[in-house]
């Protein structure tokens, strides 16, 4: 009697429900404040200029760029999240400044031509 023991690894499943692939619960929270960031845009953009077309493309435009800014991809990785990763390896990074120093300790009456 054989037993087949292979591990079965199912593809595709999500661990939350999606609105849409790649949007779930956690990219609305995240598309919401970038859209309360385009709303205050937008409005001081109206009390600057008054300008009603002006302001509903800056909304819009922000809006849409929130959704797609945090909708993941097929890798599950969003834009938001690259930019995250970016900034957090950029705070990781050290400088360490070079400095040379002379081996052998030479001075310049060392030096006889």
Known sequence: MSQDHSLYIPLGVKPESEWFPGFGQRQLGQAAIGTAIAIGIALILWLLSGSIPLVMVVFLVGVSASVMMTTKDR??????????????????????????LSKWHITEKDNIS
């Open 75 to 100: 890798h599950n990785l969003s834009v938001l999240d690259q930019m995250m990763f970016m900034l957090r390896f950029a705070k990781s990074q050290k400088f360490y400044p070079y400095r040379a």
